[in-house]
């Protein structure tokens, strides 16, 4: 996870964070109607402190599942990164032979294939996108 400092402005960042929360609220098939006025209130401004704090973070007190958040512009850092690290816990390339060289940029750059949704959402393989973030249900 990236932590970043970003440009503020308290108008527009609560209004980015409470549509960033609709759009969470409809990958988990859930609707402001699903939340009290607090609730939504804590939600937003959980997502504003978060957007302008890390590029990837999750948010799981939606009344219907779980999201993982990534900024649009570290997203393709991410999946890279994580595409490598998931490949290196699932084989066990202990028996590759040392004159074997793995072109991992390549390597991860083959299992894109399958898109954002494949890779992050969990649930149901779905992304979303909203004010420079991609949105994607796990549970």
């Not at 527009?12 to 988990?28: F, G, M, V, Y």
């Not at 999750?58 to 991410?78: F, K, M, Y």
């Not at 969990?122 to 991609?134: I, T």
Request: charged fraction near 25%.
């Amino acid at each position: 996870m990236t932590n970043t400092t970003k440009a503020a402005t308290p108008t527009n960042d609560l209004h980015k964070a409470r549509l960033i929360l609709e759009t969470c609220l409809s990958a988990t098939d859930s609707t402001t109607e699903d939340l009290s006025l607090w609730e939504a209130k804590d939600l937003i401004n959980e997502i504003k402190d978060k957007m302008l704090s890390e590029d990837d973070f999750w948010i799981d007190s939606l009344p219907c599942g779980e999201v993982r958040i990534i900024d649009a512009n570290a997203i393709q850092e991410i999946w890279h990164d994580s595409l490598i690290e998931q490949i290196k816990e699932c084989y066990d390339l202990s028996e590759v032979p040392s004159f074997v060289v793995i072109d991992w940029d390549q390597t991860a750059d083959n299992c894109k294939i399958d898109g954002l949704g494949h890779h992050f959402g969990g649930y149901d393989h779905q992304e979303h996108s909203c004010e420079g973030f991609y949105i994607f249900r796990n549970n």
